[in-house]
């Protein structure tokens, strides 16, 4: 078995209100068309591939 961690780009949302109604911004207005005003939040890349692996070794 091989494991390995992607490395690719991390991913980004934005922060959500506590009632999960909305999302926060750093004016408490609503959020801007372009998320300007949005707070970002960085999604960690946890993901884990395994992938089956078979090995033969031949001596001449």
Do not use: C, H, W
Request: hydrophobic letters at 30%; proline letters at 7%; glycine letters at 6%.
């Amino acid at each position: 078995m091989l494991g390995f961690k992607n490395q690719s780009n991390p991913d980004y949302t934005f922060k959500r209100t506590s009632d999960n109604t909305g999302f926060q911004t750093t004016d408490n207005n609503t959020i801007q068309q372009d998320g300007s005003n949005a707070i970002p939040v960085i999604l960690p890349n946890k993901e884990l591939s395994i992938v089956p692996t078979l090995g033969l070794i031949f001596e001449f």
